[in-house]
């Protein structure tokens, strides 16, 4: 593992093969068949197949492993929704002032829900761990709902936020202090609803840091990752491939800056109150040449930015609790807003 927060860095050289246990290496193969029989040649889902083999953990209003959970709509019409999580502990509950983290879920804008058992869980590590509300959205999916549907979504979410929310938090939960986070395409969705954010008037939500967990970003360019790290688990490249097909608008191609947000038709971020950024990347991520080029994007746009490298580990390896490595990331995140919240 290593952690950068300077212009200068060198990619630590990963072993011959991640550091997975077996068990682990059986799922991955299994969702990676499964989200592939789901896609149609023809640009669209399985929806229905898909649906059944994505389980989901309901809201629990009765705290487990001292944290509770409700669904909040906030617009029935386009279902969008989201899961709040509310920790309980003592220590919590008795803190003034807590932070709230707004989630965005991974699944190459595609696949999987915030009442995912995966993500509920995660979403559940965070809000006991750090301790922190954490807001998981439900935005909606493509093919049927393409870009900006999803940075529409986080958008709408963050001002539901701030205008309603005495109704949704406890009183201790502190709006002023709010990180945006998400994994794979859900940061790819933070990132734009950062920029987004950074340019809205909100009466009391400020967004004081950002959690990029491995964003899904690309290009046209094949990259040194991508054509070594052929057919890797849930983020091939025909893979990618095909959800960048099936999300960006017709006619683009993998450099709309949807995608490759530090390629050339990248935005000036550089005159926005864009917030201080922890970047993490995985050695055996066919996405991590992307994932390091948006790091130095962001430090040659006078941003803060942290890059935290697991040279052993392939992508979305957090959601995968029985990984030491996945510990280490909550609590490299637990600092992260320990740190910058120190700095308010």
């Known amino acids: 593992m290593t952690t950068t927060n ?4 060198s990619s630590p050289s990963p072993a011959t093969k991640p550091s997975i246990p077996w068990k682990t290496r059986l799922v991955l193969t299994l969702a990676s068949a499964l989200t592939d029989t789901c896609r149609r040649n023809d640009g669209t889902i399985n929806r229905r197949f898909m649906n059944v083999l994505d389980v989901k953990s309901p809201p629990n209003p009765n705290p487990v492993n001292f944290v509770s959970t409700s669904d909040i709509t906030v617009d029935a019409d ?3 929704w989201f899961r709040l999580f509310t920790p309980t502990a003592p220590s919590a509950a008795e803190n003034p002032s807590l932070p709230v983290i707004v989630f965005f879920h991974g699944g190459g804008f595609t696949f999987l829900t915030a009442a995912s058992k995966s993500y509920d869980a995660v979403c559940r590590r965070f809000a006991r761990k750090l301790p922190a509300f954490v807001v998981s959205v439900n935005y909606r999916l493509c093919p049927e709902h393409r870009y900006p549907s999803q940075y529409d979504d986080g958008l709408d979410v963050l001002k539901f936020l701030d205008e309603n ?13 709010c990180f945006l986070a998400g994994d794979s395409a859900g940061a ?9 954010g950074s340019t809205s008037q909100f009466r009391v939500l400020k967004i004081v840091g950002l959690i990029s967990i491995q964003p899904f970003f690309g290009g046209e360019e094949r990259t040194e990752a991508e054509n070594r790290l052929v057919g ?5 490249v025909s893979r990618t491939d095909w959800i960048w097909k099936v999300f960006l608008p017709d006619g683009s191609n993998r450099d709309h800056a949807a995608a490759n947000v530090s390629g050339p038709n990248a935005m000036d971020i550089s005159g926005l109150e864009y917030p201080d950024t922890v970047v993490f990347v995985g050695g055996f ?15 040659k746009s006078g941003k803060d930015a942290t890059l935290i490298e697991y040279p052993n580990m392939i992508h979305a390896f957090y959601v995968f609790p029985e990984l030491p490595e996945a510990s280490q990331l909550i609590a490299q995140v637990k600092d992260f807003v320990s740190k910058r919240l120190s700095k308010i």
């Open 232 to 236: 890797s688990p849930l983020v091939s």
């Open 78 to 80: 386009r279902r969008l």
């Open 6 to 9: 300077s212009d200068q860095h």
């Open 188 to 196: 790819n969705l933070a990132h734009h609803v950062a920029v987004r």
């Open 165 to 177: 929310h005495d109704a949704v938090f406890p009183k201790n939960a502190d709006l002023s202090k």
């Open 285 to 299: 991520d066919p996405l991590q040449d992307w994932q390091r080029r948006y790091y130095e994007w962001l430090k």
